[in-house]
């Protein structure tokens, strides 16, 4: 086993390797629901935290959403020119990393310009036990409800969204049901407004993204399919053209989705199914486009030079060396980055704009490393250091 192969193991198998086998019956069955249970306690592993690996550079996407491989070589990445708290000190805010039920504290989303959506983490597993409305001008914490795991549950709170007053999550059960969930934001019982049957031939099944809109949650599954269904309850419908799409941000859906099929650059042909809008990124000849979003895509030219641009081809900008992440740049702007030579030596912050950046602070862990969590809106990283929670609001820098 080489040594890229064993910290896999050792990184992401740690919570894996405690999962119950269940009693040797209906072999094949069986076999594919421990296989499940062991992704969703790796997934569950990673909640916090993009792990970037070296050499292979795998990277297991945090929030319990996916777990994909971002291709990179070299760790040339530019080191950062001081630490993130000088270079942006209006930004950087400094809490405590643990709930008041001593839970691991998790951002997830924005409730409102002050208002942080945080998810309360405990167990071995690292499973979402409850959800809190968070005031980052005061501190103060009201929790929303607790978060129901059912005895059949394999996959616990994914893919918290917040919209038209309501929290809404999804779980997986052990026979690969999907349950959407939504709870009133002043607080309330959750309930299961709808199920969505998983596809069972392909271990990496579920949803790989989810959003409300309007009235409405929207999803879409890992093996392609957009969704909806009413906040309130009722029948899952297949979105107009999204037979085989991915949600990047609603209303923009594409192909192929992050980790889903088929493969190829993800999200490299979208379209708005408000407006009947198709976007399709743009390569010149010996150039690699590794994603896109909306408006901007990660590549390299043929001669090697990382680049962000424009999904049309404009307004290219070239950076120094490799970029080690699984976000694209935020707001267009904030990007970040594993940095280092032979092993990851740490994480910086970008600013594409102006050039700045800043180190993070977060140590390397022999061939890996853990990448900040990025909010669903965009403007939030946050990252745990000993009993301190980071927390960097991009929308404080000029």
């Known amino acids: 086993m080489t040594e890229v192969e064993e910290t896999l193991r050792r990184t992401l198998g740690q919570a894996a390797g405690q999962a119950p086998r269940l009693p040797a019956l209906l072999p094949q069955r069986l076999e594919r629901i421990h296989r499940r249970r062991r992704q969703r306690a790796r997934i569950a592993l990673a909640a916090a935290a993009v792990v970037l690996v070296a050499g292979g550079a795998t990277a297991v996407l945090r929030g319990g959403d996916t777990i994909t491989a971002v291709p990179a070589t070299g760790r040339d990445t530019e080191t950062p020119a001081e630490k993130v708290d000088k270079a942006w000190p209006e930004a950087v805010r400094k809490v405590s990393a643990k709930a008041p039920d001593g839970a691991r504290w998790l951002p997830r989303t924005f409730i409102d310009d002050r208002t942080l959506l945080m998810a309360a983490q405990a167990g071995k597993d690292g499973e979402t036990t409850a959800v809190y409305a968070y005031d980052l001008d005061t501190g103060a914490q009201r929790k929303i409800a607790d978060v129901p795991a059912p005895d059949d549950t394999v996959g616990f709170g994914n893919g918290f969204a917040v919209g038209a007053g309501h929290v809404v999550w999804w779980t997986e059960t052990m026979d690969s049901v999907a349950h959407l969930w939504t709870v009133p934001l002043d607080g309330g019982t959750p309930k299961i407004v709808a199920d969505q049957r998983l596809d069972t031939t392909d271990d990496g099944s579920g949803i790989d993204r989810l959003a409300v809109a309007g009235d409405k949650i929207v999803f879409s599954l890992y093996t392609g399919g957009v969704f909806t269904v009413p906040l309130g309850g009722g029948m899952v419908e297949p979105v107009q053209g999204g037979t085989g799409m991915h949600l990047l941000a609603w209303p923009w859906i594409g192909t192929p989705g992050r980790g889903g099929e088929p493969r190829g650059t993800a999200y490299a042909r979208i379209q708005n199914v408000e407006t009947g809008e198709t ?22 030219t043929a001669e090697g030079t990382t680049f962000f641009r424009n999904r049309d081809g404009s307004s290219q900008k070239n950076v120094p060396g490799s970029v080690h992440s699984a976000d694209l740049p935020t707001q267009d702007r904030f990007y970040v980055s594993s940095y280092g030579d032979e092993k990851p030596a740490g994480v910086g912050l970008y600013d594409l704009d102006t050039g700045k950046s800043g180190d993070l602070g977060i140590p390397g862990e022999g061939m890996s490393i853990r990448m900040p969590f990025l909010d669903s809106t965009g403007r939030v990283y946050s990252y745990t250091l000993g009993d301190d929670l980071y927390l960097i609001d991009l929308s404080k820098i000029r």
């Open 279 to 300: 976007r399709t990124a743009v390569a010149n000849p010996g150039e690699e486009l590794r994603y896109c979003g909306v408006t901007i895509c990660l590549g390299r």
